[in-house]
C-alpha cells in the first residue's frame, strides 16, 4: 500500500518509477477493514485514484455497551469504512501495468550517495541502478534489517483477536446493533470493538469488522503462537495454523464476558486472525537514496487507525521534498523528508500506546495511570478511536495536481 501510493505520486510527479512486489500472485485483502480519513481521501486523489461510490459503508454513529446492552456512550460520528483490498484495488488501477512487476523479490539494496546511484539487487540475480529506492516493504523490512537502519519493536503485553463476518448472517438483534454503528465494549485488561466495512466480492455486500484485545503475557503469548505440531511462530502465527483450543477458549470467554452479540460475530466468523499487538519504530527513515515509508518505519497500535493513512501522509510528503529538490541531492532531501515524518510516526506510536493503557499501561508511556483512567472512560475511547489525527496527512503540502 505504502509503495503503490509513493509510485502513484512519484510517476505523477515526472519520474519513472518501478514496483518490485516479492509475491507471485496479485495481493488480495488482509481480513482488515481500514478506517478512512479526509487526509487518505485527499491523498488518493494526489495519487491519482478514481475513488467511486462503492468505496466503502458509511457509518454515522458511535456506541459503547455494557454486558447487558445498555449504553454506556454514545456519539453521532461521520465516516466511511472501507477494506484494504478495495483500497489497494484504487492504487493499483491508477499505476499504469508495465510499472508493476509480482515475483520481484529485493534482496539487497546498496544505498549510494550524493555522487553514486543506489543498486538493488532481486533474487533472480539480476540489478539495476536508480536515483531512488523507496523502501516499503513492511514491517518485517529486510531491507531495514539489510541497511541496519536502527530500529526498535516492543511487545505491548496484548494481542488482538480479529474476525469478520458477513452481516447478512447475523442475528436481526446484532445486525440492528452493528449495522451502521462502530460499537465498543471494555473492561479491565479487555477491549473490543466492531464496524461495518465494504466487502469484496460484491458491491452491495457489508462485512463487520471485530478487533478484540486481551491482555496477554509474554509466556502466554508464546502458547498461542504456538501450532498443533509444537511449532512456535515468534513472528506471527498464520490463521489455520492457530490451535482450535485457542479459538474454543477465546469464544467461550466471549460468552462470560460482554453482550450475546460479541459471541454470536466471533461463533459465525469462519476467518479469525490473531495479532499481538507491538510498537515499532525507526531511528531514521532515510539512508544515502533509501527512503523508508509505511510499516518498514514505524507501526503504531491499531486503536488509532492510522496504518495506511501514515503510509499515505509518508509517501506525500516524500514527493512534496523530492519535488522541491527537484534533481538535486537526493540523500539531502531524504534527510529532510525523515525530519519531517519521523516525528509524525513517534507522535502516532505514542498516541496508540495511550489509547492501549485501558488493556496494559505500557511501561514507555508517560503517565500511563492517567491514560489508563482515560481511555477507561467510555466517552473518550470512542470519542478518539481511529479518528483523524492532525499532521498524519499535510494537506497544506500542496501536491494535488
Ligand atoms: C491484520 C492487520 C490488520 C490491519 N488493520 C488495519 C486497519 O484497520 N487500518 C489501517 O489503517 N491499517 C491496518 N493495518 C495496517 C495496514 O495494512 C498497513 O499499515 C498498510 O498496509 C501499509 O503497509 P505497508 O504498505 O507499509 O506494508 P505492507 O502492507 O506490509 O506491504 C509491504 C509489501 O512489501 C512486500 N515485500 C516485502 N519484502 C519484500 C522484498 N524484499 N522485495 C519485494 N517486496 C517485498 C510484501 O510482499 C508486501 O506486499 C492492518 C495490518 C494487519 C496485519
Redesign the pocket.
Known sequence: ???LFAANLLHRSGWHVDV????KAA?SG??????THDGLLYALQAAGAQVDDALGVGIHKRLAISKAGDPFAYCDFEQVLTS?SRLLGYLKEALPDPHYHLD????EVQPGTSEALARVTFASGESLTADLVVA????K???RRQLQVPFRQVYAGYVAW?AVCDLSVLSDNTRRLMGDTFLFSQLPGEQILAYPIAGPQRADQILVNMVWYRRTPEDQLRDLLTDEQGVWHSEGIPPHKIRHSHIDKMRTNAVALFHASWAEHLEKSDSI?L?PIFDSEVETMATGRVAF????AF?AR?HV???????AGDALCLAKTLRDAAMGDIPKALTAFSEARMQVGRMAVNHARQMGAPVVISPLLEDGSHWQAYYSDPENLIRDTAVELEGVVRKDEGILH
Open positions: 500500500m505504502a509503495g518490485f512486489e516479492r509475491s495481493l488482509r481480513g482488515a477493514g481500514i478506517v484494504w520481484e523479490e529485493v534482496v516499503a516493504d513492511g514491517l523490512s529486510s531491507l480479529r486472525i495479532q515509508i509505511g510499516d518498514a507501526v491499531p487507525g492510522q496504518g495506511v493513512t501514515k503510509a
